[in-house]
């Protein structure tokens, strides 16, 4: 029998990930307060360490109330100029994240953490360096228009996949580290255990 598969996060975008790759899961947000996270870390804790650390805590929550279950968490950290980013919660928000990235180059951290039975199991960790171009407040509103709230959904108030992609002049790292989730790594860790088109098959 192959083990059940649980996405421990809301974001469209990882769960799309997973769909279009032929996975068959559910889906279990963790529910973590990660403004809480943040500041028990403090300034101590890298951007990659922040994700690491949330991405496992969202694994092994989820993980201790489904212990049969193989539990995937996940989570990106952004970094520009010393200054951390989170998902902005308005629009007005993402205007001045888009305002303050413009122009230049920043770090995307992403990482996938997956347990079973309340353990770690394996994680990985990856970056990404993404240049924005120089344009003027008249183009952010445009696209902020055009785009609606579904930036909201992401750190730096973008999606490479869909209308995001206009803001960038260059983009360096792996595509599904920048979508939130490293993927390659993940299927074939997933692969190992039974878990990937077969059982997408069988389901």
């Given at each position: ?89 308005t629009i007005d928000a993402a205007r001045k994240q888009l305002q303050a990235l413009r ?101």
């Amino acid at each position: 029998m192959p083990l059940s598969l649980i996405l421990a996060s809301a974001s469209p975008s990882r769960r799309q990930l997973l769909a279009s790759a032929g996975l068959s899961f559910d889906v279990a947000p963790a529910g973590i307060d990660e403004d809480e996270v943040k500041r028990s870390l403090g300034s101590r804790a890298t951007p990659q360490e922040l994700a690491s650390t949330l991405a496992e805590m969202k694994a092994l929550r989820v993980s201790a109330k489904h212990p049969d279950a193989m539990v995937i968490g996940a989570d990106s950290t952004l970094a520009c100029n010393g200054r951390m980013f989170d998902k902005p919660p308005t629009i007005d928000a993402a205007r001045k994240q888009l305002q303050a990235l413009r122009g230049q180059t920043h770090e995307l951290f992403s990482s996938v953490v997956v347990a079973r039975g309340g353990q770690r199991l394996w994680h990985w960790s990856e970056r990404a360096r993404l240049t924005m171009r120089p344009f003027n407040d008249a183009f952010i509103d445009i696209y902020l228009a055009r785009a609606g709230t579904a930036v909201l959904a992401s750190v730096g108030a973008y999606q490479l996949e869909g209308l995001g992609a206009h803001l960038f002049t260059r983009v360096d790292g792996d595509y599904f580290t920048i979508l939130g989730l490293p993927l390659l790594p993940l299927l074939s860790f997933l692969a190992g255990h039974g878990i990937g088109l077969e059982k997408a098959k069988a389901a």
